[in-house]
């Protein structure tokens, strides 16, 4: 089946450890997006990438880093520098560049603890 | 930062009943997106419109863009339980990315 996938689907950390979230896409998408989801708030966007080994800052970047090494992949790591990580966090892709349809994954639920 | 303004932010629904909820921007847009979340899932897109004026209907749901670009709505028709959720839009400016509101609640009424 094509579509998105991220892992796992809930991830418990002690506070101060780094933390890796997996997304990948079988969908030939050229831009993958990751947001961040608090109770109540609408997605805002950590960081996206339109091409491989390519990466922009998105609203909230401080505190996390990507990579983007292969098309399919985009992995997110939740640094300790980030004041305030428990939150759930959705990844996304897009045909194009223009990020103007966007297809999100199942999403992964951190707690930090 | 360019905010998008939706509303409402909760509602009640009864089955049969049609549901009416939109977004407002300060600025234009040139994109509009509709999606539904349930708990603990990611957005499924339902409705992508990309001009003004553009009406267009996925089943039981039918959005517009709104003319002046910076509004856009979203209409269920004949609600069902399987309708409850939260109900996101998302504006695309000309230049720069998309910009979510804050979700319109759909509940059952008890």
């Known amino acids: 089946d094509g579509g998105i996938t991220q892992s796992p689907k809930y991830l418990f950390r002690k506070e101060g450890q780094n933390v890796t979230l997996s997304c990948e896409q079988n969908?030939?998408?050229?831009?993958m997006y990751w947001y961040r989801q608090d109770p109540g708030q609408g997605l805002r966007l950590i960081y996206y990438?339109?091409?491989?080994?390519?990466?922009q800052k998105g609203d909230i970047a401080e505190g996390y880093s990507v990579s983007r090494e292969k098309k399919e992949s985009f992995p997110l790591t939740v640094t300790s520098a980030q004041k305030n990580p428990t939150a759930f966090y959705l990844c996304?892709?897009?045909?194009?560049?223009?990020?103007?349809?966007?297809?999100f994954g199942p999403g992964t639920r951190l707690t930090v603890l | 930062g360019q905010q998008l303004n939706q509303s409402p932010q909760s509602m009640f629904i009864q089955e049969g009943e049609d549901v009416s909820m939109n977004c407002t921007s300060s600025?234009?847009?040139?994109?509009w997106l509709w999606y539904k979340q349930d708990p603990g899932e990611g957005p499924v897109l339902l409705i992508a419109?990309?001009?003004?004026?553009e009406l267009t209907s996925n089943g039981r749901l039918t959005a517009q863009f709104g003319i002046t670009r910076k509004d856009s709505f979203l209409n269920i028709s004949a609600s069902i339980p399987s309708d409850v959720g939260i109900y996101f839009c998302?504006?695309?400016?000309?230049?720069?990315?998309?910009?979510f509101g804050k979700g319109t609640k759909l509940s059952v009424k008890p």
């Open positions: 996304a892709s897009s045909p194009g560049t223009s990020g103007r349809k966007q297809f």
């Open positions: 969908l030939n998408h050229d831009a």
């Open positions: 990438s339109q091409i491989v080994n390519d990466f």
């Open positions: 600025s234009i847009f040139n994109t």
């Open positions: 419109l990309y001009k003004a004026g």
């Open positions: 998302a504006g695309q400016p000309r230049r720069g990315n998309l910009i």
